[in-house]
């Protein structure tokens, strides 16, 4: 297997030096590429081994269900602040920054609790910025290269995969003994990151010519449609991010495999982030959601019912089938149909609903669920939630109400002479 990852990795970045070589203005997209890495690689190490540390530091399942939540419930809270500020800000490079410096400082804190309310404070903290960096980095990123011809998925392949080296080489390097690394590598690349946004190209702040009220805006049936399908798909998604470290665990797999498993949750993306754009375009929105959400109850019920090295490792594989094309045709459809002055606000909305909403419940009662019926039963319950989910959507996309607009209220329709 590692000799497939290093082939895989190696065809990725064989393409990665294709579509670079054929971009005119590299300095920008080199920004970008740094950009991505460092954060990618976070994601990989941080966000891989988070429950991991909980685990071996003590904490019980429905614990570190709680503590695990606490990202998605400050960014249910804090994102929509971050995004209007963002929105509304001259440089938006600076408000980056700023979330930079933040993580920078707050990562370094969780040397200091030993117990579960110490933590959940310091997470608190933490995830105040964490959670923020990347949503308004793909605004940002993909309405600046779009306008400016380049592609955001060379972008987003390019952190896919430094978080499959990452989380691969981590695997080899991090043991139950030294977890507590995670911290101070995590303050470091907030360091680096925050110094290479110096180097981001600056975009002017915009406005539509015709200003529209943001509840306007989303009255949107196809972009509610989109949020909540965007959600239930999280459910399984996020209990799987929060839980899988302590599944395999306890399942008595190795750190080797346990790297290996983690990798492939990126690794998988590449495939398909190289195709990406050309699904997007020519695929219906619809289809493309309901073909994830299939795979994705295909994945919980190979967890719940099959956990065996081989059968985990060929869920993880199916990852980039089921939450990249469900978040990168949102994050396209979000920045081609809102207003200019809206863009960020709409991608901080979309983090609120998988980060926030959709990530609270996949962790709160994942981790209430999975200290009762134990993880692998609430791997096959939120499994057949979305199955429900994506029977409803079938539905509605065979009945053509899925594409119907909203009704304009009686006080909105517009009166005059006729």
């Not at 393409?15 to 590429?33: P, V, W």
């Amino acid at each position: 297997m590692p000799s497939r990852l290093s082939a895989a990795v190696s065809t990725a970045s064989r393409t990665l030096r294709d579509r670079y070589g054929s971009i005119h203005n590299k300095s920008e997209l080199a920004a970008f590429i740094r950009h991505y890495v460092g954060f990618f690689v976070i994601y990989g190490v941080f966000g891989s081994y988070l429950s991991t540390y909980y685990s071996v530091a003590g904490i019980d399942k429905s614990q570190i269900g709680l503590l695990m939540a606490i990202g998605p419930l400050t960014s249910l809270l804090i994102q929509p602040i971050w995004g209007i500020l963002s929105d509304k800000a001259k440089d938006k490079t600076r408000v980056l920054r700023i979330i930079a410096a933040g993580g920078a400082l707050t990562a370094l804190l969780y040397f200091i609790p030993k117990q579960f309310w110490g933590f959940a404070a310091v997470s608190i903290l933490f995830m105040s910025f964490h959670t923020a960096i990347m949503p308004l980095s793909d605004a940002y990123a993909v309405n600046y290269l779009t306008r400016n011809g380049q592609k955001f998925s060379l972008i987003r392949l390019c952190g896919s995969t430094a978080y499959t080296i990452a989380a691969f080489v981590s695997g080899y390097v991090l043991h139950n003994g030294n977890l507590w690394i995670i911290f101070p590598f995590t303050s470091v690349l907030y360091v680096v990151g925050l110094l290479n946004m110096g180097s981001l190209p600056r975009m002017p702040l915009e406005r539509s010519t015709e200003h529209k009220p943001f509840r306007e805006v989303i009255r949107n049936r196809k972009l509610i449609l989109i949020l909540i399908f965007a959600f239930f798909m999280q459910l399984p998604l996020f209990f799987n991010a929060s839980f899988l470290g302590v599944y395999i665990k306890d399942l008595g797999f190795s750190d080797r495999t346990r790297g290996l498993v983690f990798s492939l949750v990126a690794l998988s993306e590449i495939p398909v982030l190289m195709v990406i754009d050309r699904v997007v375009r020519k695929v219906p929105l619809f289809h493309i959601l309901l073909f994830s959400g299939v795979l994705m109850v295909a994945r919980s019920m190979i967890y719940a019912f099959l956990p065996t090295p081989g059968f985990i490792i060929f869920a993880q594989c199916l990852n980039g089938f089921t939450f990249m094309p469900v978040t990168y045709s949102a994050i396209t459809y979000i920045n081609n149909e809102m207003p200019v002055e809206y863009k960020t606000t709409g991608q901080s909305l979309l983090a609120l609903v998988q980060q926030g909403a959709g990530n609270i419940l996949g962790s709160v009662f994942g981790g209430l669920l999975s200290a009762s019926l134990g993880i692998g039963n609430t791997y096959a319950l939120f499994g057949s939630i979305l199955g429900v989910t994506t029977l409803v959507y079938l539905v509605l996309l065979l009945t053509g109400r899925a594409e119907r607009p909203f009704k304009t209220p009686r006080s909105m329709t517009p009166t005059g002479p006729t």
